[in-house]
Antibody
Framework: QVQLQESGPGLVKPSQTLSLTCTVS??????????WSWIRQPAGKGLEWIGR???????NYNPSLKSRVTISVDMSKNQFSLKLSSVTAADTAVYYC??????????????WGQGTLVTVSS | QTVVTQEPSLTVSPGGTVTLTCASS?????????PNWFQQKPGQAPRPLIY???KKHSWTPARFSGSLLGGKAALTLSGVQPEDEAEYYC??????????FGGGTKLTVL
């Protein structure tokens, strides 16, 4: 069964770039027509979709974050990554990675990592 | 900006039935929005329950079901158990490219 694990610095300074990696195990990141997503959740608040990437390199981003977000994939390492630039305290959140799948009539987001807390503070 | 709206909170008695709904600011929710539902308990990652309106993951208990109801996506819990107390989030798919989460419904089992 596929498993996802987020990793990266737990503390980032304001105005710097947040960088996280999601390592996929139990399956090849390039197998099938899956997409790979990032989602975040500030403490005590709801979920926010950040963006996704297909292994073809095709990406979609949340319009409210698009100017600051880059998602990339490294198939040789079975990983995908998130970069969020110019961070502020408002970007403090638990960040989750997830795997999804779409057909012509159906989309799902069925496997998630456990999440990693990133705090933006000087 | 697209907004997805859920009931902020609901209360249900053990053994009872409750329906949570999910509305889109763009209009009626249809199959094209491929509604997904997630359960989240404190300190845990969201757990996928339902996708594409009513399809269940292999781990989804039978008491959870999804549907479209009055222009909204709906999640019905039948025979509620104490362990169903959690936050529930819906997720809608827009323009074949973007996902938007609802604000979540806090379900209390009392």
């Amino acid at each position: 069964q596929v498993q996802l694990q987020e990793s990266g610095p737990g503390l980032v300074k304001p105005s710097q770039t947040l960088s996280l990696t999601c390592t996929v195990s139990g399956d090849s990141i390039s197998s099938g027509s899956y997409y790979w997503s990032w989602i975040r959740q500030p403490a005590g608040k709801g979920l926010e979709w950040i963006g996704r990437i297909y292994t073809s390199g095709s990406t979609n981003y949340n319009p409210s974050l698009k100017s600051r977000v880059t998602i990339s994939v490294d198939m040789s390492k079975n990983q995908f990554s998130l970069k969020l630039s110019s961070v502020t305290a408002a970007d403090t959140a638990v960040y989750y990675c997830a795997r999804g799948y779409c057909t012509s009539t159906s989309c799902s987001m069925g496997y998630w990592g456990q999440g990693t807390l990133v705090t933006v503070s000087s | 900006q697209t907004v997805v709206t859920q009931e902020p909170s609901l209360t249900v008695s053990p053994g009872g039935t409750v329906t949570l709904t999910c509305a889109s600011s763009t209009g009626a929710v249809t199959s094209g929005y491929s509604p997904n539902w997630f359960q989240q308990k404190p300190g845990q990652a969201p757990r996928p329950l339902i996708y594409s309106i009513s399809k269940k993951h292999s781990w989804t208990p039978a008491r959870f079901s999804g549907s479209l109801l009055g222009g909204k996506a709906a999640l019905t819990l039948s025979g509620v158990q104490p362990e169903d107390e959690a936050e529930y989030y819906c997720l809608l798919y827009y323009d074949g490219a973007h996902w938007v989460f609802g604000g979540g419904t806090k379900l209390t089992v009392l």
